[in-house]
T-cell receptor
């Protein structure tokens, strides 16, 4: 079965520290990979996406992610977080055959002063 | 700017009542989706549509229905609301047009439904 696993449900971190949010997926077919961010009481918005080409992709707000095909991972990183990065982050996989998307359970990032 | 409008944003209803959540988009996207968001589960797909008069069941479709009579709207109906359907519901769209479709989803602000 196709699935997306976010390895951490909550990640507390101090302001200006680096952070990595981990995501693994299972798939035997071509996929597009995404990270979405959800701020409180809002819908999800796209943070970054991997479609093809360079395995390191950069997104908004200083976030980046690296696609690792052999490990079927797409971990999200930021070298220095801000209080305003406190939100829930979702890893998602879209299967190119049918364009349905499967989401991970989400990771709550808490940035502390 | 193009947008996705969900209504109502908040609703409280009673068990057994029929409820319809509206979703209207001005992106002119072919693909539309309904998800529910519950703690610990992320987003789970309820129903989706790839165009007018096309509807498909997602992984948690029991107790829900949709219809697509035009490009802009995909209302979600709970035929007989149950407490287990208390959740936050998100409508999303996707281009669906050949090379323009990168799979990216565009989301509405969500509708919070409480079933008492």
């Amino acid at each position: 079965a196709q699935s997306v696993t976010q390895l951490d449900s909550q990640v507390p971190v101090f302001e200006e520290a680096p952070v990595e949010l981990r995501c693994n997926y299972s798939s035997s077919v071509s996929v597009y990979l995404f990270w979405y961010v959800q701020y409180p009481n809002q819908g999800l918005q796209l943070l970054l996406k991997y479609l093809s080409g360079s395995t390191l992709v950069k997104g908004i707000n200083g976030f980046e992610a690296e696609f690792n095909k052999s490990q079927t991972s797409f971990h999200l990183r930021k070298p220095s977080v801000h209080i305003s990065d406190t939100a829930e982050y979702f890893c998602a996989v879209t299967y190119t055959g049918g364009f349905k998307t499967i989401f991970g359970a989400g990771t709550r990032l808490f940035v502390k002063a | 700017d193009a947008e996705i409008t969900q209504s109502p944003r908040h609703k409280i209803t009673e068990t057994g009542r029929q409820v319809t959540l509206a979703c209207h988009q001005t992106w002119n996207h072919n693909n539309m989706f309904w998800y529910r968001q519950d703690l610990g589960h992320g987003l789970r797909l309820i129903h989706y549509s790839y165009g007018v008069h096309d509807t498909n069941k997602g992984e948690v479709s029991d107790g829900y229905s949709v219809s697509r009579s035009n490009t802009e709207d995909l209302p979600l109906t709970l035929e007989s609301a149950a407490s287990s359907q208390t959740s936050v519901y998100f409508c999303a769209t996707q281009s669906g047009r050949g090379d323009l479709n990168t799979g990216e989803l565009f989301f509405g602000e969500g509708s919070r439904l409480t079933v008492l």
